[in-house]
């Protein structure tokens, strides 16, 4: 069964130091998105993006982030001059219909240790 | 602002029995309602999608209604197992991006 795969599954950094996640949406989806999970707090949405471009971002998602599909397969998030408080669960999900209808699917996750 | 709400927070029953999870959501205008199980320190795993025009959706031992006008909608599982373990969150669809729940956390004793 087809699934977004996320890369690193763990990853421990220094504050000031820029990280990316990497994750691999489902091959025929044309929607992708960030979302974070901080250590027992709800699930927050970061950003969308769609036909090469962010079509919606949150108030967490400011020029500290950057998203990039730099070739036909890969989605990643950027992570500049980390803080502490990145410090959280980073999932990635990928949609394959347009609008509202469509069912997100998301990966395990990458898990972001900011020391 | 689209808010979501979960009740119980946590739910320890044994094994064999039904229950129901609760989510409610403040404002009705909804695209649709997805419900998610996450275990301990994992994944988010789609569980059912409800569109905004559907009443419930069935998938095995689990069923999920829909009550956009209430702002409410329940997960139903039926003749638990204790693999039915973990968090399960609903979130639903608003303006573009899903609004989350913070979950119930199910624990089934054998």
């Known amino acids: 069964e087809p699934e977004v795969t996320q890369t690193p599954s763990h990853q421990v950094t220094q504050m000031g130091q820029e990280v990316i996640l990497r994750c691999v949406p489902i091959?025929?989806?044309?929607?992708f998105y960030w979302y974070r999970q901080i250590l027992g707090q709800k699930v927050e949405f970061l950003v969308s993006?769609?036909?090469?471009?962010?079509?919606?971002k949150s108030e967490i998602f400011d020029d500290q982030f950057s998203v990039e599909r730099p070739d036909g397969s890969n989605f990643t998030l950027k992570i500049r001059s980390t803080k502490l408080e990145d410090s959280a669960m980073y999932f990635c999900?990928?949609?394959?219909?347009?609008?509202?209808?469509?069912?997100?699917?998301f990966g395990e996750g990458s898990r972001l240790t900011v020391l | 602002k689209q808010e979501v709400t979960q009740i119980p927070a946590a739910l320890s029953v044994p094994e064999g029995e039904n229950l129901v999870l609760n989510c409610s959501f403040t404002?009705?205008?909804?695209?649709?309602l997805q419900w998610f199980r996450q275990d301990h320190g994992k994944g988010l795993t789609s569980l059912l999608l409800?569109?905004?025009s559907q009443r419930e959706q069935t998938s095995g031992r689990l069923n999920a209604s829909l009550d956009k006008s209430s702002g409410r909608s329940t997960l139903y599982i039926a003749a638990s197992q204790p693999g039915d373990s973990a968090t399960y969150l609903c979130?639903?669809?608003?303006?573009?991006?899903?609004?989350w729940g913070a979950g119930t956390k199910l624990i089934i004793k054998p």
């Open positions: 999900a990928s949609k394959g219909t347009g609008g509202n209808t469509g069912e997100l699917f």
């Open positions: 979130a639903v669809d608003s303006n573009y991006q899903l609004i």
């Open positions: 409800i569109q905004s």
């Open positions: 404002d009705s205008a909804i695209y649709n």
């Open positions: 091959s025929n989806h044309l929607y």
């Open positions: 993006f769609y036909n090469n471009e962010i079509s919606e």
